[in-house]
């Protein structure tokens, strides 16, 4: 599995857009790049996936660079409710399995 | 309510029981997986179902876990002779075939079952 590299925390104030950075430089050519969030005392959740090209969705964007090695996870205008860790998960077409790291712990400033 | 469920959700026991845990996927769902997190860290997998057959299992279950999903719906987990290294949350997630899911396969994940052994 690749490995990836998030910051531990990171902070924003509500209503403005967070981008959340995410290395994933070994990442092979036919894994795509998923993002889940946990939301406290929740389990996870999916927010989005892609494979070369910038996705959008209800719930967030997703950036990926041109080599492919680091990604950004954007949220256009945060809620308090936004409020949790972020995880970013390179996954093998067809790999059951998530890999979870770390994350990054998003704190939302009122 | 028509997500994952998982029960209970917090259990506390003492080091040297046994103890189960019952997960109740998406009804549609064929694939189930446990996960088990600790604090501090993302979620680690642990085994996986495609209906009833047990596909994949990660070292970490180690002889004393066992998992069953007996008719392919709900599954139970099962610690025996518990260690205080135990201590961890369970997390159950189901998801559609990956021919009916793009070929991602969301995940959707249950609360968590929350395992304190004294």
């Known amino acids: 599995d690749a490995k990836t590299t998030q910051p531990n925390s990171m902070e924003s104030n509500e209503e403005e857009p967070v981008h959340l950075p995410c290395n994933h430089s070994t990442i092979s050519g036919t894994d795509y790049i998923h993002w889940y969030r946990q939301l406290p005392s929740q389990g996870p959740e999916y927010v989005i996936h892609g494979l070369t090209s910038n996705v959008n969705n209800r719930m967030a964007s997703l950036a990926i660079a041109e080599d492919r090695k680091s990604s950004t996870l954007i949220l256009h205008r945060a809620t308090l409710r936004d409020a949790a860790v972020y995880y970013c998960?390179?996954?093998?077409?067809?790999?059951?399995?998530?890999?979870f790291g770390t994350g990054t712990r998003l704190t939302i400033i009122p | 309510d028509t997500g994952v469920s998982q029960n209970p959700r917090h259990k506390i026991t003492k080091r040297g029981q046994n103890v189960t845990f019952r997960c109740d996927p998406i009804?549609?769902?064929?694939?189930l997986y446990w996960y088990r997190q600790t604090l501090g860290q993302g979620p680690e997998f642990l085994t996986y179902?495609?209906?009833?057959?047990?596909?994949?299992k990660s070292r970490l279950l180690s002889d004393r876990f066992s998992a069953e999903r007996p008719k392919g719906s709900f599954s139970t987990l099962e610690i025996q002779r518990t260690e205080q290294g135990d201590s961890a949350m369970y997390l159950c997630?189901?998801?559609?075939?990956?021919?009916?899911?793009?070929?991602?396969?969301?995940?959707?994940f249950g609360p968590g079952t929350r395992l304190t052994v004294l």
């Open positions: 179902f495609q209906n009833e057959a047990q596909l994949e």
């Open positions: 997630a189901s998801s559609l075939p990956l021919r009916l899911a793009g070929g991602i396969g969301e995940q959707f």
């Open positions: 998960i390179p996954r093998n077409f067809g790999n059951e399995k998530l890999t």
């Open positions: 009804s549609e769902h064929n694939r």
